[in-house]
């Protein structure tokens, strides 16, 4: 149970930490902005997986395909934004 926890805390990190350099790379800085989005993305996820793993409903997948694809578009948009320059 810990290890699914610890895996989506890792996998919110690390879409928020895409989104910092995204905004970085387009000179958006808001910090009020990033720790708003970093806290209530970990706080809802949490709440998610909590709940599947109390109703015994796997709701766990939606948070991991959300991030996962976010992610890739995060992604997409540091390389685009890196093969205009």
Not at 20 to 49: P, Q
Not at 73 to 83: A, P, T, V, W
């Amino acid at each position: 149970m810990v290890k699914l926890y610890l895996s989506l805390s890792i996998l919110i990190g690390f879409s928020s930490l895409l989104e910092i350099l995204n905004d970085l790379l387009n000179d958006k800085k808001d910090v009020k902005k990033w720790l708003v989005e970093f806290t209530s993305n970990l706080l809802l996820s949490t709440f998610l997986i909590f709940l599947s793993l109390r109703l015994a409903i796997p709701l766990y997948y939606a948070v991991i395909i959300y991030f996962g694809s976010k992610i890739f578009d995060i992604i997409g948009k540091i390389r685009y934004f890196l093969l205009q320059e």
